[in-house]
């Protein structure tokens, strides 16, 4: 059974977040520099939630709100679902799918420990798959 930890331990750990009380179009600005989809809302090391692509499009742009005089404690996603370095890549999925995100934040002991999204499920699994399947071949013609 893989794990969150083989997961991370395949790609960078550094994590972007911001502070509550910083502007949504900050936030996107620096989204869109960095050229991902959702960043961690941490105050004093603490986790407080998760503003993601979805957020500013359901709660800013269809309520005609302004991203530019908007705090971001106002549009964030509060209520995380986080998993733990021990949970396995399958729980994760089921998690993603049965509750419609897109990114899990890692935390072990109150300290988030990365970031966990879709996209790197699918490419792990596809990895592992790959791996599976070349011994599976060296095996058999060996």
Do not use: W
């Not at 960095?34 to 809302?41: A, D, E, G």
């Not at 592992?128 to 070349?134: A, C, F, L, S």
């Amino acid at each position: 059974m893989k794990t969150v930890q083989q997961l991370l331990a395949t790609k960078s750990t550094l994590v972007y977040s911001v502070t509550p009380n910083t502007l949504v179009l900050e936030a996107l600005q620096f989204m869109m520099e960095k050229n991902i989809s959702s960043l961690l809302v941490q105050e004093n090391n603490a986790l407080l939630g998760i503003f993601t692509e979805r957020d500013y499009a359901r709660k800013i742009v269809l309520q005609g709100k302004s991203s530019a005089s908007t705090l971001i404690e106002e549009v964030m996603t509060s209520e995380l679902t986080t998993v733990k370095l021990r949970d396995s890549i399958e729980n994760c999925m089921k998690i993603m799918t049965d509750r419609r995100i897109r990114h899990l934040p890692v935390v072990e002991n109150n300290e988030v420990k990365g970031l966990v999204s879709i996209g790197d499920v699918v490419k792990f699994i596809i990895e592992d798959q790959k791996q599976t399947i070349n011994a599976l071949e060296n095996y058999i013609n060996s």
